[in-house]
């Protein structure tokens, strides 16, 4: 089964960048990917910045990137980058710890004068960690999110479209690495 790892760079657990990855999550499980979910809200602040790779939350979270065919990496966008956060969690992944997978960056933020963030922050070092195919990605302006009273999230239609689109750009990149990988297992055995 095909896994995909998310790496959520919010540190606050009320973030509209949860709606976006609520809902690929959402989706994605439904279309039978195994999913892992790291998120800078959830993994400990200290062992995140003393880099801490003997703690256990730490080594799942590095192990869970590892172990994924696509890594989908959201942030929240502050200030034209992604969040400290974000690159926290990057900087404890081997250096070519995204060698080999599919990278679909998620960005959220206040205006979509921040759109080229993805291009001018996060590809170099996605490059840097040995990542070389990257999706265009899905950049979404706040107000296109709405918080529901019950904790929940609105979406916009344009929005989900936009994100469907996303997705259905991911499969079809796994299907293809899956056949060159097979080809390619193929090629050596003869």
Same mark, same amino acid.
């Given at each position: 089964?095909?896994?995909?790892?998310?790496?959520?760079? !919010?540190?606050?657990?009320?973030?509209?960048?949860?709606?976006?990855?609520?809902?690929?999550?959402?989706?994605?499980?439904?279309?039978?990917?195994?999913?892992?979910?790291?998120?800078?809200?959830? $993994?400990?602040?200290?062992?995140?910045?003393?880099?801490?790779?003997?703690?256990?939350?730490?080594?799942?979270?590095?192990?869970?990137?590892?172990?994924?065919?696509?890594?989908?990496?959201?942030?929240?966008?502050?200030?034209? !980058?992604?969040?400290?956060?974000?690159?926290?969690i990057l900087d404890l992944l081997p250096q070519k710890g995204?060698?080999?997978?599919?990278? $679909?960056?998620?960005?959220?933020?206040?205006?979509?004068?921040?759109?080229?963030?993805?291009?001018?922050? $996060?590809?170099?070092?996605?490059?840097?960690?040995?990542?070389?195919?990257?999706?265009?990605?899905?950049f979404a302006v706040d107000q296109w999110i709405s918080r529901?009273?019950?904790?929940?999230?609105?979406?916009?239609?344009?929005?989900?479209?936009?994100?469907?689109?996303?997705?259905?750009?991911?499969?079809?990149?796994?299907?293809?690495?899956?056949?060159?990988?097979?080809?390619?297992?193929?090629?050596?055995?003869?």
């Amino acid at each position: 089964m095909t896994r995909i790892a998310f790496i959520v760079g !919010s540190p606050t657990r009320g973030s509209r960048l949860f709606g976006l990855t609520g809902y690929l999550e959402e989706r994605l499980a439904l279309s039978g990917y195994d999913i892992d979910f790291v998120s800078a809200a959830d $993994l400990p602040a200290k062992d995140l910045l003393r880099a801490d790779f003997n703690s256990p939350a730490i080594k799942q979270a590095v192990a869970a990137v590892e172990g994924a065919e696509a890594v989908i990496i959201a942030s929240p966008v502050y200030k034209a !980058s992604y969040s400290g956060a974000l690159k926290t969690i990057l900087d404890l992944l081997p250096q070519k710890g995204l060698r080999g997978k599919v990278v $679909l960056p998620v960005f959220i933020g206040g205006t979509i004068a921040h759109l080229l963030a993805v291009d001018y922050a $996060l590809k170099p070092v996605v490059a840097a960690l040995g990542g070389t195919h990257i999706l265009g990605g899905v950049f979404a302006v706040d107000q296109w999110i709405s918080r529901l009273e019950d904790g929940g999230y609105e979406i916009t239609e344009e929005l989900k479209s936009r994100l469907d689109d996303a997705l259905q750009e991911l499969g079809t990149e796994l299907a293809q690495y899956a056949r060159d990988t097979s080809a390619g297992r193929r090629e050596q055995a003869i």
